[in-house]
């Protein structure tokens, strides 16, 4: 079964950076395809930015759009985020998430997933 832990995260001011890392456990990484999540308290969940089995195909929400980066490290199992120019409404609890599916295509519905981290904090605030 996959296992994924997301870390990084916590307290940054408006304007700064962060990056978030996602280890995964219990298969290679390159016969998944893998995205990022964030929610904010009273809010559904949202895609951030997805990138497809071997990082050939990313996509972004177009709110972060320019300010964030996903990639993927397939030998190292890894996948981050990394973030720049962060504002307060990107605070919430980001989760990796994962699906089996080897190709171009990559998706930022949560519904398309099936297994997930248990979610790191981020928090942009003076």
């Known amino acids: 079964q996959l296992r994924l832990v997301e870390s990084g995260g916590g307290l940054v001011q408006p304007g700064g950076s962060t990056k978030l890392s996602c280890t995964v456990f219990g298969s290679p990484l390159s016969s998944w395809r893998l995205a990022w999540f964030r929610q904010a308290p009273g809010k559904e969940r949202e895609g951030v930015a997805c990138i497809s089995s071997h990082g050939g195909n990313t996509n972004y929400a177009d709110s972060v759009k320019g300010r964030f980066t996903i990639d993927r490290d397939d030998a190292m199992n890894t996948l981050t985020l990394e973030m720049v120019d962060l504002r307060p409404d990107d605070t919430g609890v980001y989760y990796c998430?994962?699906?089996?599916?080897?190709?171009?295509?990559?998706?930022?519905?949560?519904?398309?997933?099936?297994?997930w981290g248990q979610g790191t904090q981020v928090t942009v605030s003076l």
């Open positions: 998430a994962a699906a089996v599916f080897q190709g171009a295509y990559c998706s930022r519905r949560a519904s398309e997933h099936d297994s």
